[in-house]
């Protein structure tokens, strides 16, 4: 079985959309949803309560990496799937990463796409079917073996951003990862909201302070500069 994880915060417009897409596109495959929210003041466990999620939690802590763990330690599923509620796996997601499953992969990704056209978003889609952890990004979805899960230490809660670059690495080091042929769709919004360009050459300029040894707190700091939201 695969128990699909979703961390959430104020996701009330996307919750239902991606919980309908789950189940529909499932097919015979045992899928497991469950919503991991990290404190939303919007009516986003409600209308995943509504939409027929399995598990509806309250995470112990705020972030994706805490929200993530908490869900995944209440999961039963053999294979965890983690996914952003804005972004909508291929049709045949379940067989998918169940097939990669059983050629001894025990983690991998989809590559990237947008909902919406624009040939710098369209371009910067394209490095993500290299399996370069510098074209890696939280959006394209993970999904990784619960016991290598489990073994690996999980999602390190210390890193409220990248913290999807820092477990694939830590995997990486002990398991065969792929990077799937098909792309998951995700929603462009936050690009729409602060300027294509700008946006992406901020999670540029993040990710190279990263590799430079800033700390996660210097890098929030950059962030919430940059980009507009209310996520972290």
């Known amino acids: 079985m695969i128990s699909v994880i979703i ?21 015979e495959n045992a899928i497991e949803i469950i919503v991991s929210d990290g404190g939303s003041t919007d009516l986003t466990v409600a ?19 805490a929200q993530m763990n908490y869900g995944a330690s209440l999961a039963k ?30 983690a991998g990704c989809f590559r990237l796409s947008f909902d919406h056209p624009h040939w710098f978003l369209e371009a910067n889609c394209w490095f993500t079917r290299f399996d370069f952890d510098a074209f890696r990004f939280g959006d394209q979805s993970l999904f990784i073996e619960a016991d290598m899960f489990h073994r690996s230490g999980g999602f390190c809660e210390k890193h409220t951003v990248l913290e999807d670059q820092e477990i694939i690495r830590r ?4 398991a065969r990862f792929i990077v799937m042929r098909t792309p998951v769709i995700t929603s462009a919004r936050k690009y729409l909201q602060n300027g294509i360009y700008k946006t992406q050459g901020s999670f540029f300029l993040i990710y190279l302070m990263y590799q430079l040894g800033f700390s996660q707190s210097q890098l929030i700091r950059t962030y919430k500069t940059i980009i507009r939201q209310d996520k972290i």
């Open 7 to 27: 961390p959430t915060l104020n996701e009330q417009d996307y919750i239902c959309g991606i919980i309908q897409h789950l189940r529909n596109t499932a097919g």
């Open 47 to 65: 209308e995943a309560t509504r939409a027929g999620a399995d598990r509806v939690l309250r995470s112990r802590a705020k972030g994706r990496s």
């Open 77 to 106: 599923g053999d294979i965890l799937y983690f996914l952003h509620a804005d972004t909508f796996p291929p049709a045949d997601f379940a067989s998918q990463i169940q097939g990669a499953i059983k050629r001894n992969y025990s």
């Open 171 to 174: 995997v990486k080091k002990n």
